[in-house]
């Protein structure tokens, strides 16, 4: 149980150009998602947290006219990177936590971006 | 300002040691602390979690010890394989299933 899938696994486009990632989860209902990136050799930084049905909120720093973030369906998220430029190239990952696995958070198995 | 701090960055063990990573927090509120396992290019897994009430906890191989007035808390994992070669992070949590403040992370490399 607790399965989170992300798609697409690795992406690679232009600068200038948008890509949408979706985080879904597979077996439980996911109350609340979780957006975060990673750069190489470093921790998980939070980009924002979305409960279903209401807009995200955005942590301290985090444009969320270039990160828009969907969570639609107590199952699917999506974070939307929009006019991506190079250094939005990164590692998102997303995670879940439900009414099922209220405790903790499980985590999806990431996207890599990279902006030409 | 790291809410969770984890020692060390990187640790190396033989096949058979046990690997210990520690990690230390200042808000006496967190009360759910879970440590994840990750493997190059993908996403956290989580290995195991303990809350303030317990002092340790142990499943297969891995244990958390929590010292709860020195407010830190340690992964132990005996008989360590080079299959555990991983990044190891902590995190701790307000709450159920709130936000996670994770530490930095160690690398743990297990030589056969």
């Known amino acids: 149980g607790a399965v989170v899938s992300q798609h697409p696994s690795w992406v690679i486009c232009k600068s200038g150009t948008s890509v949408k990632i979706e985080c879904r989860s597979l077996d439980f209902q996911a109350t609340t998602m979780f957006w975060y990136r990673q750069f190489p050799k470093q921790s998980l930084m939070l980009m924002a947290t979305s409960n279903e049905g209401s807009k995200a909120t955005y942590e301290q720093g985090v444009e969320k006219d270039k990160f828009l973030i969907n969570h639609a369906s107590l199952t699917l998220s999506t974070l939307t990177v929009t006019s991506a430029h190079p250094e939005d190239s990164s590692f998102y990952i997303c995670s879940a936590r439900g009414l099922r696995y209220q405790e903790t958070q499980y985590f999806g198995p990431g996207t890599r971006l990279l902006v030409l | 300002q790291q809410q969770v701090k984890q020692s060390p960055q990187s640790l190396i063990v033989q096949k058979g040691g046990i690997s210990i990573i520690n990690c230390a927090y200042e808000n006496t509120a967190f009360d759910y602390f879970p440590w994840y396992q990750q493997f190059p290019g993908k996403g956290p897994a989580l290995l195991i979690a303990?809350?303030?009430?317990?002092s340790e906890k142990k499943e297969g191989r891995f244990t958390i010890s929590f010292n709860k007035s020195a407010k830190q808390f340690s992964l132990h994992i005996m008989d360590s394989q080079p299959g555990d070669s991983a990044t190891y992070f902590c995190?701790?949590?307000?709450?159920?299933?709130?936000?996670?403040?994770f530490g930095t992370g160690t690398s743990l490399t297990v030589i056969p």
């Open positions: 995190a701790a949590s307000i709450g159920t299933g709130n936000q996670f403040y």
């Open positions: 303990i809350r303030p009430d317990v």
